[in-house]
């Protein structure tokens, strides 16, 4: 048990991050799951989107978050993927 006035404070402080921060990962992991069972595009974009607030929120490490968003990218049906933009060069003019 903390002794000090700040001691405290910080454990107080740290319960109430500790909630939010598991109140995001249950959502996460629950919406990774039902992205990963029925595969449709409004899933995996919900998963993608809570992954990346969860990112910045500094829940989970950057790198996590962008391995999670490939893993889910993978489950994208192909009609759904946007298809590779063809990249023109112009010719040099004098």
């Known amino acids: 048990m903390p002794v000090t006035k ?3 404070r910080a454990l107080r402080g740290s319960k109430k991050k500790e909630s ?3 109140l995001i990962m249950s959502k996460l992991e629950f919406a990774v799951r039902k ?3 029925n595969k449709t595009v409004e899933k995996i974009l919900t998963a993608v989107s809570l992954t990346d607030r ?3 929120k500094k829940v989970i490490h950057k790198n996590k ?3 999670m968003k490939s893993q889910l990218s993978k489950l994208m049906p192909q009609s759904a993927k946007p298809a590779p933009k063809k990249v023109v060069k112009k010719a040099k003019s004098k």
Do not use: M, P
Request: hydrophobic share 45%; charged share 40%; glycine share 0%.
């Open 6 to 8: 700040s001691a405290k």
């Open 20 to 22: 939010i921060n598991k």
């Open 35 to 37: 992205a990963k069972e």
């Open 54 to 56: 969860a990112a910045k």
């Open 65 to 67: 978050a962008a391995r």
